[in-house]
Structures are given as C-alpha cells and as structure tokens.
C-alpha cells in the first residue's frame, strides 16, 4: 500500500510524500513522489493503488522518451505493406515530428493534438489528407499506450476534424478529347499509363505494374503496383509490392478493352534509362503535359474516376464496379459514385411516372392574371 509521510511544517521543500511501490509486489522497485497540499499527496496515493490494481498502472518516467526517439522505434518495429510503410514514415517526418517531435510523450495532449490539426488545415491539407495522418499518429500513440508507456492515447481525446465524403463531380473530369491530348504530350514511354489508368481504372502504381502476359482474353489480371520504399541506404527506389488491400500473391481481375491490344509491346512501362520507374516521375511528367496543353489541374486519379464514371452512368453494377476498382468495401464506391448508377435514377422516374401520371394534367393551367382573382392569391 501507498505510504503518505509528513515531513513537518519546518521541513524544506515539499512537506508531503508518497511512497509506494510499483506493480510486482514486495519485490518490486520503490518509488516516491512529493506534495506541497496533503490532498493532492492522498489523492495521488489513491490514484496509484487504484491503477495497480485494474493494471492500469504506468510509470511516471516511462513517457519522458521523446516523440521523435519512440516513433523512431515504432517505425522500425512496424509491420505491412512496404508503400504504407513509406507512407507512415515520410508523415511523421514530414508532418508530426517537427511541430511535436521534441516534446516527452507522455507531455503531448489533446490541445496539442487539435493545434497539429489546425496547423495542416492552415497550410492546405485536404480533410482526407488529414484523416490518413491522423491514423497514424494515433497508432504511434496507441502503441505507447498500450506498452505502458503513457497513460492514454491524446488523439483519441482530441476532436477529430471533419472529414465529409464529397463524391465525385463528373463534369469536373476531363473530356475525352482532353484524355487523349494528354496521352500524346506525356510522350509515347508513358503513354500506355494514361489508357491503362482511363480505360482499366488502375491507379497510377498499378498502371506501372502491368505485363504483357496479365491480359488474356479481355481480362486483365492485375497481381502487383510499383510503389517507392527505402533501401538499406535510406534511398527511395521503386519496387514491386502487393495490391492496395491485399497480400502478396492476391490479384483481381479486370475486363480490359482490346483498344488496349496496341500497347501490349511497351509493357511493362519504364523509365528512360530502361529501369522501373515509379508513380512520382508520372506525377511529374502528367503535371508538365498539363502546364503544355494549359488545361485545367487535372490529376492523374481523375482517369480512375473517369472510367468509374463512365461504366456506372452506363449501367454496370455498382458492386462490380467496386471489385474492378479494387475498394475495400462497396460502401466506398457507393459513397463516390453512388449518384452516377443509371438504374436508380431510371427506375425512380418510372416509378414517380406511374404514380402521379393521371393526377398531373398534361397541360398545366396558365397562371391567373394579376386582380383575376384566385385562391392563393393572398400568399
């Protein structure tokens, strides 16, 4: 149990302390902390035997480590998808660790958090941006939490910031003239991207990950995307890894047109030296095709969103549209692209039609003239 010794009146620094043992029994190492108030020194005590006893116990020093030394570790000790990997560690590098990277972490809360929040709204982060690093900093802190390092995680504390699906606006994609003015500025190595990416709905990494022998009979059976992961040099180099949600050896399969017959021969895409390349260097290449034909910002992603649109408003299902796609749950496609499916919309006029067809007259009465008198003409 908790001892709380009185030091006297006269007694220099702090008259009140608590000593105490830390969870293991009478074997366990022996710690003190002391007070200036009596209450807050059995307050203390009282905190320290309740949470030894839920195991919920965290040394006072466990948390002193700072961010930027525990999520070194964390980083290190992760496990997944190499991309996500990279992901993981270029928002912490970029993002997190020079706002709080230097404070002890059981010294982070939830104010500081929301300030972390406010300050990538500030600087131009989008609600999805931040969504995807707030996971992660709250995995770090999960992990702290969990090891008994601190406490509790701030982030789940903190108020999340909103972050509305906003599905997409079909009319702000690119045209299809303008698709292929881009593919033959982009140049013809990384034209088979762009129609890999329009007419497959493969995301950029995917597009580069495509071989000649993957499509077969009108399917393509997509097995691997290039994504950028950091060597044993700490150098970023392009690799082939597993698909977005999925495992090594996993594929999906896709019904690709036979337009896309004439690009067999350049596959896979590469670079110019004849190495692999990576989604960042058609990123770039995209950007420059677009500053040349001075069309509007349009992102390489918009291609995938142009054929998503295309074969919903044209009547292919919504959950095969969401397999072709490669979404974990047809509730992201649905919250996309739900308002494209032609079926719905149809039905819904046919039904309206039906019900209102011998109410509504077909000729609709000219409206009063203005003294002609009418019932509403009070309103």
Known sequence: MAKLIDKGAT????????????????????????FDRKRDALDFATKVENDKRENTYVDPTAGRVSVSQYAEG???????????????????RLHVLPHVGSKPMAKVTAADVEALFARWRQAGAKPNTIACRRIVLSGLFSHAARHKRIATNPVREAEAPQNPVVSVDERALPSFEEISAIAQKIGPRLEPCVWLMACCGLRIGESLGVFPEDIIDGTLRLRRQVTCVRDTRGKYVAQYTPLKHRS???????PA???????????PVRSARGGMTHPGLVRKSWDAAIARL???LYKPHDLRHKWATITLSNGAALHEVSRWL?????????????HLTQDGRERCRQIITSSFAQHVPARPASPATPGAGSVLSSC
Do not use: C
Request: no cysteine; glycine share 12%; hydrophobic share 35%.
């Open 11 to 34: 007694a220099t620094g702090k008259r009140w302390v608590v000593r105490y043992r830390e969870p293991g029994g009478r074997t366990a190492r022996q710690r003190e902390k002391s």
């Open 74 to 92: 964390w980083l290190a000790s992760k496990v997944g998808a190499p991309g996500t990997l990279v992901g993981y560690e270029r928002i912490m």
């Open 248 to 254: 090594e050896g996993e594929w999906r399969d896709i």
């Open 257 to 267: 047109p036979a337009i896309l017959d004439a690009f067999h021969e350049f596959l």
């Open 294 to 296: 001075d069309l509007p």
């Open 326 to 338: 490669g979404h974990r749950s047809v509730n992201v496609t649905a919250d996309l692209y739900g």
